[in-house]
């Protein structure tokens, strides 16, 4: 019985191969057929032709070699063409920021330092709208970062012209922002110079013969409150002496609010050349809170004669204590008589000098206001309160001059009416 089966099972072999060439043959077939070839080969031989669904073009064969040469002769043509914005057909382009790009780290390192800054001569402007001030007066771009495209085609294009536009992440630009909420474009301009610079024809129109001269003000806030209020009263000019914080410097502007480009602003001025930017027979005012003496001056009670106000600038300005008793005091100090500062000072041209909140006035403005026939105004307070912050006691000041040059103005024009 063993030789019987032997010979069934070898019997058996050739048949189960065929079986399994037939199987595998079959399955290729259906795999062909999911496919949805445009001809399907049976494995007897035969070819039948297949129809395409409706809207369905029969694709030509082509060899692999000849595609590879047409992807590579005709690469822009597997996506369509884009449409260029409005600021593109000018011929300006922008480069996107690589990571690890350091462009924006090594320019932020610039402007914010105020030696580099001065030194290259370079100024940071951030958000719209203090750029787009900076434009219109005439202020030189030299590089944008921003972060959203539409940014800059907010921008006159005109003045864009040559300007290096960087596209970065939002990130970046929050990592050197001053703003509480960066508003995702940051400018990179040359520092301006007043004289080549265009101000508003408003501006220009309302401004008056008096000019601000800002003196030891080191509280950023503080000088661009005062920068917004001579913008608002109608300075013709402010200057500022060295000692006085940047009138650049990221705080400063963002105090500001585009007062810079609204007031010419000369700065880093030595005491030496403050003449030469006032106008002819300017008397110089010292907005100089003398405390007692000087309400007392003002009440006519001159016993004290100017000793309160001598004690307490020479406190400020660190003299020794016996300086104070010495007879040589009397020559060198000079002497101004107080005035309220509602009373008429605005007979000539005037400029008025606002001390820092620690140091007070300097010597040299004293000096100023001595020879040009100046006088010391007095904002009086309640007792006890010792002075009042730099920015307000400027904005009484240059408001109040307003006020009474705009009294003469139309006292003036009466009087022409009336002849």
Request: glycine share 6%.
């Amino acid at each position: 019985m063993a030789a019987p089966a032997r010979g069934m099972c070898s019997s058996l072999r050739p048949l189960l191969r065929v079986v399994q060439t037939r199987d595998l043959d079959a399955r290729r077939w259906v795999r062909a057929l999911r496919r949805s070839p445009v001809r399907v080969l049976f494995p007897s031989g035969q070819v039948e032709e297949r129809k395409h669904a409706p809207g369905q073009q029969p694709r030509k064969a082509v060899p692999e070699a000849s595609s590879r040469q047409q992807r590579h002769k005709h690469p822009l043509e597997t996506s369509p063409p884009r449409t260029p914005h409005t600021w593109e057909e000018t011929g300006l382009r922008y480069d996107k920021a690589f990571p690890g790009d350091r462009r924006l780290s090594s320019v932020m390192t610039i402007v914010k330092s105020r030696p580099f800054r001065e030194k290259q001569g370079k100024i940071l402007l951030e958000g719209r709208r203090l750029i787009a001030d900076a434009l219109k007066a005439g202020a030189v771009p030299k590089v944008f970062f921003f972060s959203r495209l539409e940014y800059v085609t907010e921008l006159p294009v005109d003045k864009l012209k040559g300007v290096s536009l960087i596209k970065v992440k939002f990130e970046d630009i929050k990592d050197w922002s001053d703003l509480v909420t960066p508003q995702g474009i940051m400018g990179i301009f040359a520092k301006p110079d007043p004289a080549n610079m265009t101000y508003p024809e408003t501006q220009l129109h309302h401004s008056l013969p008096l000019v601000l001269i800002c003196d030891n003000l080191r509280d950023p806030g503080n000088l661009g409150t005062i920068l917004r209020s001579a913008a608002g009263a109608g300075c013709s000019k402010v200057l500022l002496t060295k000692g006085c914080v940047d009138a650049w410097e990221p705080k400063v502007l963002r105090a500001g609010m585009g007062a810079h480009f609204q007031v010419p602003i000369v700065n880093n001025l030595e005491w030496e050349t403050v003449p030469n930017h006032l106008p002819p027979d300017t008397r110089v005012y010292v907005a100089d809170n003398c405390g007692r003496y000087a309400q007392a001056q003002v009440s006519n009670r001159t016993s004290d004669r100017d000793w309160a106000c001598d004690r307490r600038f020479l406190k400020f300005h660190k003299y020794e204590e016996e300086d104070l008793d010495s007879k040589a005091r009397k020559d060198w100090l000079p002497k101004l008589e107080v005035q309220s500062y509602d009373l008429d000072w605005t007979e000539a041209p005037a400029a008025v000098v606002i001390g820092g909140e620690t140091h007070g006035v300097s010597l040299e403005s004293l000096q100023l206001a001595e020879r040009t026939g100046g006088k010391r105004l007095l904002i009086p307070v309640v007792p006890g309160v010792d002075s009042l912050n730099s920015a307000m006691a400027a904005s009484i000041l240059l408001f109040e001059g307003k006020r009474q040059l705009r009294i003469k103005v139309e006292d003036l024009s009466s009087d022409r009416s009336y002849h």
